[in-house]
C-alpha cells in the first residue's frame, strides 16, 4: 500500500518561496502506475487541486496558480515536490500530496496527512 | 476550466435516513468523477471513483450515479460516522482537475 509524507516549513514569510515535499513509500515515483498531485486547503475552506507531475516529468496545473508553480520529482528519492513563489496570506493551507491511478478512470486514493502552511511575516 | 457545482451546501439528516448529494459539471466530464468524504482535521478519503465504482474498502450504503454532467452520491442508512463533508472532483483527460465546494453533512 503507497504511503505519503508532506514535510517542509510550517511558516513561509509573504513574497517568498513556499517548498513542501512529499515522501512516497510502499510504492515508486518512478512506476508508471500513478500521477503525484497536490492538493491545498485554506482553513475552513474547501480542496484546491494545486496540479500534478508524471515520472517522465510531464505536469499539469491548476491555471489560477501555473505562472506561480512548479512540481518535480526526484525518482532516486522516491519524491515528488512542490514550489510555489511570491507567496501572501491566501496561500495560507493545509497542503497534502495525494496519488491518482495513470488512468482516467480513478481518484485520489492515497493521501499524505497534510501539512498546515502559514504565511506570515 | 471545467466547474463542479455541489447541491446542498449544507444538509441536516438523521442516523437511518436516506442521503443524496448533487455535482453538476459545467460540461461533460463522461464518468470521470469522484467522490470523497473529509473529517475535521483529516485527508479527504476515496469513496467512489468514477462516478459509480465502490473504492475497495467503503461501506456499500455508498452509492454514486450519473455520467456527463449530472452525478448523484446516495448513502442509505445514514450511520454516525457518516458526518461528514463530501466532496466531488473530476479527472477528465486532458483537463485541469476541480474539485466542487463540498457538501456538509450535519446531525438534525
Known amino acids: 500500500q503507497v504511503q505519503l509524507q508532506e514535510s517542509g516549513p510550517g511558516l513561509v514569510k509573504p513574497s517568498e518561496t513556499l517548498s513542501l515535499t512529499c515522501t512516497v513509500s510502499?510504492?515508486?515515483?518512478?512506476?508508471?502506475?500513478?500521477?503525484w498531485s497536490w492538493i491545498r486547503q485554506p482553513p475552513g475552506k474547501g480542496l484546491e487541486w494545486i496540479g500534478y507531475?508524471?515520472?517522465?516529468?510531464?505536469?499539469n496545473y491548476n491555471p489560477s496558480l501555473k505562472s506561480r508553480v512548479t512540481i518535480s520529482v526526484d525518482t532516486s528519492k522516491s519524491q515528488f515536490s512542490l514550489r510555489l513563489n511570491s507567496v501572501t496570506a491566501a496561500d495560507t493551507a493545509v497542503y497534502y500530496c495525494?496519488?491518482?491511478?495513470?488512468?482516467?478512470?480513478?481518484?485520489?486514493?492515497?493521501w499524505g496527512q497534510g501539512i498546515l502552511v502559514a504565511v506570515s511575516s | 476550466d471545467i466547474q463542479l457545482t455541489q447541491s446542498p451546501s449544507s444538509l441536516s439528516a438523521s442516523v437511518g435516513d436516506r442521503v443524496t448529494i448533487t455535482c453538476r459539471a459545467s460540461q461533460s466530464v463522461n464518468s470521470y468523477l469522484n467522490w470523497y468524504q473529509q473529517k475535521p482535521g483529516k485527508a479527504p478519503k476515496l469513496l467512489i471513483y468514477a462516478a459509480s465504482s465502490l473504492q475497495g474498502g467503503v461501506p456499500s450504503r455508498f452509492s454514486g450515479s450519473g455520467s456527463g454532467t449530472d452525478f448523484t452520491l446516495t448513502i442509505n442508512s445514514l450511520q454516525p460516522e457518516d458526518f461528514a463533508t463530501y466532496y466531488c472532483q473530476q479527472s477528465y483527460s486532458g483537463a485541469t482537475w476541480t474539485f466542487g465546494q463540498g457538501t456538509k453533512v450535519e446531525i438534525k
Open positions: 510502499g510504492g515508486s515515483v518512478s512506476s508508471g502506475s500513478y500521477y
Open positions: 495525494a496519488s491518482h491511478r495513470f488512468i482516467a478512470a480513478a481518484g485520489l486514493d492515497y
Open positions: 507531475i508524471y515520472f517522465t516529468g510531464s505536469t
